[in-house]
């Protein structure tokens, strides 16, 4: 259920050869992923509540204790609901996706709920804002727009000098039972599981993330923020 910037490219991993099902499967995920985050937009907020069993909003609020204000910039916003939340704490809430789909759903979430628009459609690697422009960037479940260098240097740009880089990377249930399995596996098949086989979130990937943000200015700090049953995996990166 990861949110795209420009498009759906599976986690963030090295590629590799690939036989001609894994290509097939690779290419009918990029497509569902694509549908689901433009034409089919309003199957979302659905598809990530049964997939997290009602906590994916949760999971994306779990980022607010590590936000510094007042002025946010959210990388693909999405339907808005962190929008609502930003505004709900006081933040001055600012956001960009290239899906119109989601800027449309976005934008009657936060009329509703009286709050002041400010969305532009876009790429995170081409953002439109000002050198030094807000206290804190903010993207949860994004792809792997987010380590690209484009993106992480433009980043680092519309920060202000002690800026922060806060990225939801995933949420797992954390019960046994097959309903728990069941989701798991769909999120393994799916290619949304940034983790290997090991007891805890730390693998390779998690390096190679670090070393993205190292090289682009960025000191960051890996937060596991657990509760009765599930766990969020945040990535915090002060400029």
Not at 63 to 82: N, T, V, W, Y
Not at 157 to 174: A, N
Request: charge should be neutral.
């Amino acid at each position: 259920m990861n949110k795209e910037s420009n498009e759906f490219n599976g986690p963030i991993q090295e590629g590799g050869r690939r036989s001609p099902i894994v290509k097939s499967w690779r290419w009918l995920l990029h497509l569902g992923f694509r549908l689901l985050y433009n034409e089919l937009a309003w199957t979302y907020d659905g598809v990530s509540w049964l997939v997290s069993l009602g906590r994916w909003q949760d999971w994306g609020k779990a980022a607010l204790p590590f936000i510094r204000g007042p002025s946010i910039l959210e990388l693909a916003h999405g339907p808005g609901h962190m929008q609502l939340a930003l505004n709900l704490e006081g933040f001055q809430a600012h956001g960009i996706d290239l899906s119109p789909y989601m800027s449309k759903q976005a934008r009657k979430r936060i009329v509703r709920n009286f709050y002041p628009i400010h969305l532009v459609r876009g790429e995170a690697q081409f953002l439109p804002y000002c050198h030094q422009s807000f206290d804190t960037v903010l993207a949860t479940f994004p792809t792997q727009f987010i380590v690209d260098p484009q993106t992480l240097e433009n980043i680092r740009r519309v920060l202000k000098p002690d800026g922060r880089l806060v990225v939801v990377i995933e949420g797992r249930l954390l019960g046994g039972g097959p309903i728990y399995r069941f989701i798991e596996w769909l999120f393994e098949i799916t290619g949304q599981r940034q983790v290997d086989g090991s007891d805890g979130p730390m693998s390779d990937i998690w390096m190679e993330v670090d070393k993205r943000l190292e090289a682009a200015g960025f000191k960051m700090d890996l937060k596991t923020i657990r509760s009765e049953d599930s766990e969020v995996i945040i990535v915090v990166a002060d400029r």
